[in-house]
């Protein structure tokens, strides 16, 4: 059998509900008064501890025998469940990635203006923005720029080899660049 214990600490002024299991043993009665809320209050759940069913350990073995509880209702709250609605704890979100194409005009020589990695060996990731063509591009498309992560997937029709789009852009000729962004 398997068990999760569930442990709560007792002391002074803490609410807290009963262990949900119990210990028999000379080692029981260790610490007795040391889970007795100073308040007094809380006698309902010492009770329901110390009605919680138990088993002797075999005579000299020294160890506890652990068994569990019957279930207890709990009032208490995960510590998501106390916060403001506002601060709750947000599951993480996907990254979520889309596609884009642009048009660059290397025909005159001018060059691109990106610095790639191209360690996965079939995109080129970028990892600045230098100037060149690049840089002309996002100042005239304010609402359609490159940035620096996003990924060159695609240049006229070569895709999936890092190298072969390396030595493409390479090329004077008018580039059709696909480009991923994941955020």
Not at 43 to 64: F, L, W, Y
Not at 85 to 108: F, G, H, R, V, W
């Amino acid at each position: 059998k398997r068990f999760l214990l569930k442990l709560e600490a007792y002391g002074p002024c803490k609410k807290t509900a009963p262990l949900p299991f119990s210990v028999s043993s000379s080692a029981a009665q260790m610490g007795a008064d040391a889970s007795k809320c100073c308040s007094g209050g809380h006698t309902e759940q010492h009770e329901q501890k110390e009605n919680a069913p138990k088993r002797e350990a075999q005579p000299g073995s020294g160890v506890p025998i652990i068994e569990p509880s019957p279930p207890v209702a709990s009032s208490h709250k995960l510590p998501e469940e106390n916060l403001p609605k506002d601060d709750k704890i947000q599951a993480a979100k996907e990254p979520t990635s889309y596609e884009y194409k642009i048009e660059l005009d290397k025909s005159t020589g001018t060059r691109l203006g990106i610095d790639v990695d191209h360690q996965d060996g079939m995109t080129l990731y970028i990892d600045a923005i230098t100037g060149g063509l690049m840089e002309e591009w996002n100042n005239a498309n304010p609402k359609k720029q490159v940035k620096v992560a996003d990924r060159v997937i695609e240049v006229n029709g070569i895709k999936n080899n890092a190298m072969q789009i390396v030595e493409e852009c390479k090329k004077n000729v008018m580039l059709r660049v696909t480009l991923r962004r994941t955020e």
